[in-house]
């Protein structure tokens, strides 16, 4: 049973900085496609940034490319999101998921294991 376990979401100011982490417990995640993605109140589930299973691929949302960065330990079968320059518009729950197909989707039905998410607020 694979399992994701989000960590490093809290309350920040703008313009401050966050790291997230998700851990993989299960399945084989060296060969996973990982994507983070994030929920505000009242706004559907959106593709946030993907990473493939080498590392050597990434790909971001327009609305965070420059300020977000998605990288990979498969020794540590996890993976993080640095965020910087953050804003308001940033607040929301952030989810790790695992696509074990390689789909590389920027949409949710593309990822078939998630994590329980983590809260990110950014206060003005």
């Known amino acids: 049973q694979v399992q994701l376990v989000e960590s490093g979401g809290g309350l920040v100011q703008a313009g401050g900085s966050l790291r997230l982490s998700c851990v993989v417990s299960?399945?084989?995640?060296?060969?996973?496609?990982m994507g983070w993605f994030r929920q505000a109140p009242g706004k559907e589930r959106e593709f946030v940034a993907g990473i493939h299973w080498s590392g050597g691929s990434t790909y971001y949302a327009d609305s965070v490319k420059g300020r977000f960065t998605i990288s990979r330990d498969n020794g540590k079968k996890t993976v993080y999101l640095q965020m910087n320059s953050l804003t308001p518009e940033d607040t929301a729950v952030y989810y790790c998921a695992a696509d074990p197909y390689g789909l590389a989707s920027r949409l949710p039905r593309g990822y078939n294991y998630w994590g329980q998410g983590t809260q990110v607020t950014v206060s003005s």
């Open positions: 299960g399945g084989t995640f060296s060969v996973y496609f």
